[in-house]
C-alpha cells in the first residue's frame, strides 16, 4: 500500500524543482500571426459570436443546434480533433452534467447558479478522468458529494467574514467527522457537509477503502493549511507556492480515490501534478481578485511591487513539464495531451486579455504579436463573449425549473 505521505514529499520536491528551474523568458517557438491571418480569425470568430448571440436573446433555446455549431466551429475552424471533440462533447459528458445538477438540486434545493457552477468546474474533472481511466462517464453518490463540498467548506474558508478563530473551530470539527467521529453540527450548512462526507461513506465503506477516506483528510488538511494565506502573516513565494500546489494536488487525487478506490504509483503521480498545476493556473487568473479579498498567493503577493511577465511565463514552462508527466504516464492518450497543450496556447492571451493590469505593456505587445486576435478585437467583442455565460445560466435556468417541477409532481405522488 502506498505511504501518501513520502509519496507527497517526494511529488512536492520534485515540483517545486520544476518550478524553480524554469525558465522566466517568453518562450521561443510560439508561432507569431500577421495582420491577415488575424484579420481571417477575427471574420471566423465574428461569425460564430453573432450566431451565439442570436440564440442567447431567444426564449427557447435550440440545445441541439447550439452544440452542434460549436462543435463545428471547434473542429472547422480551431481544427480540434474528433478524439478530443468527444472528449468536450460527448452525449455522455452532457447527460452526466445534467444528471449531476438535478442530483445536486434533489441534495439541497437552495442551491444558486454560482454554488452549481464552481461543484461542477470540478465534477467536469472528475468526467474528464473517469474517461481517461475507462470508466463510465457518470455522476456517482461520492462524486456528487465530493464535488458539493466546494461550495461549503472552500466559501467558508475563505471567507473574510468568518473569523480565523471560527474557521479552526470548524476544521477542527470537519476533521473528526472525516475521520468517522460523529460529530454535532453548529448551523445548517454544516450539516449538509457532514451529510455529504455520509454519501461517501455509503459507496466507500472505510474498513475496505482506506485510502479513499485518507485523501479526504488530505486535502481537508490542504484547505485547513491555505487559511494560512489569508493571514497577514509574512510568507515566502515558496511557501505559498507549496500550500497552492498541496491544496491543488490533494483534491484532483481525491477525486481519482472516488473514481477508482484505488491508485497506483503512476496515477497518484500524475494526478499530483495535474491538480497542482490547474491550481497554479487559477491562482495565476484570480491574482487580482485575491488581492482584493485578501488571499496572498504567490501570485497575488507580487502584484503590490511588479507585473507578472516572468511568473506568466514560468507557469507556461511549467505546463510543459506537466504534460511530459502526462506523455510518460499516459503515452496513448493522445486526445488528453492535445487538450492540455492546447491549454498552454491559451495561457497568454487569455491572461493577458483578461487581467491587463497585471503585465507590462511591453509584455502585452509581446503576447499580442503571438495571438491569432487583435486584442483590440476581444475588447471590443467582450460583450458578445460574455453570451456564453449567459447561455450557461438559461440553459441551467431551464433545467432547474425542470428538476422543481419533477420533483414537486413526485411529491404530490407520495
Not at 528551474?21 to 471574420?43: D, M, Q, R, V
Not at 452544440?67 to 472547422?76: A, L, T
Not at 507557469?315 to 492518450?333: D, I, M, R, S, W
Amino acid at each position: 500500500m502506498i505511504d501518501h505521505t513520502k509519496a507527497y514529499n517526494k511529488f512536492l520536491n520534485q515540483f517545486l524543482n520544476k518550478w524553480l528551474n524554469c525558465s522566466e523568458e517568453f518562450p521561443a517557438n510560439k508561432p507569431k500571426f500577421s495582420f491577415i491571418e488575424k484579420y481571417i480569425w477575427e471574420l471566423k470568430c465574428e461569425r460564430f459570436l453573432s450566431f451565439v448571440k442570436s440564440n442567447s436573446e431567444k426564449d427557447n433555446l435550440e440545445s441541439e443546434l447550439l452544440f452542434k455549431k460549436c462543435k463545428s466551429f471547434f473542429k472547422e475552424e480551431l481544427s480540434y480533433s474528433n478524439d478530443q471533440l468527444q472528449l468536450i462533447f460527448s452525449d455522455d459528458m452532457i447527460h452526466a452534467t445534467k444528471d449531476f445538477i438535478q442530483k445536486a438540486l434533489q441534495f439541497d434545493s437552495k442551491l444558486g447558479n454560482e454554488e452549481l457552477f464552481q461543484a461542477l468546474r470540478n465534477q467536469w474533472i472528475v468526467f474528464g478522468l473517469q474517461s481517461l481511466f475507462g470508466y463510465p462517464v457518470q455522476t456517482t453518490s461520492s462524486t456528487l458529494a465530493y464535488s458539493l463540498l466546494y461550495p461549503y467548506t472552500d466559501n467558508f474558508i475563505d471567507s473574510r467574514r468568518i473569523s480565523h478563530h471560527d474557521k479552526i473551530e470548524f476544521s477542527e470539527r470537519f476533521e473528526l467527522r472525516l475521520k468517522g467521529e460523529e460529530v454535532i453540527a453548529k448551523s445548517e450548512a454544516e450539516e449538509k457537509i457532514y451529510q455529504l462526507v455520509g454519501m461517501i461513506e455509503d459507496d466507500y465503506d472505510r474498513n475496505n477503502y482506506p485510502k479513499v477516506h485518507e485523501s479526504l483528510l488530505d486535502i481537508h488538511h490542504a484547505q485547513t493549511r491555505s487559511i494560512a494565506l489569508t493571514k497577514k502573516t509574512l510568507m515566502s513565494d515558496i511557501e505559498c507556492f507549496e500550500i497552492a500546489v498541496t491544496k491543488g494536488a490533494t483534491s484532483v487525487i481525491a477525486d481519482g480515490y472516488l473514481i477508482a478506490g484505488e491508485l497506483s504509483y503512476d496515477q497518484l503521480h500524475f494526478l499530483y501534478e495535474y491538480g497542482a498545476y490547474l491550481q497554479i493556473l487559477d491562482d495565476l487568473q484570480d491574482a487580482r481578485d485575491d488581492l482584493y479579498e485578501g488571499v496572498f498567493t504567490c501570485f497575488s503577493k507580487n502584484l503590490h511591487s511588479q507585473y507578472l511577465d516572468r511568473m506568466l511565463c514560468k507557469t507556461y514552462h511549467l505546463g510543459k513539464e506537466v504534460l511530459a508527466t502526462v506523455k510518460k504516464v499516459y503515452p496513448n492518450e493522445i486526445a488528453f495531451q492535445g487538450l492540455i497543450k492546447r491549454s498552454f496556447g491559451l495561457l497568454f492571451g487569455s491572461s493577458v486579455v483578461t487581467n491587463p493590469k497585471d503585465f507590462s505593456p511591453e509584455f502585452i505587445q509581446q503576447c499580442e504579436r503571438h495571438s491569432p486576435f487583435r486584442f483590440s478585437f476581444v475588447d471590443k467583442h467582450k460583450a458578445e463573449l460574455s453570451n456564453f455565460s449567459l447561455l450557461f445560466e438559461k440553459k441551467l435556468e431551464e433545467f432547474k425549473k425542470e428538476v422543481f417541477c419533477s420533483l414537486k409532481l413526485n411529491s404530490n405522488m407520495d
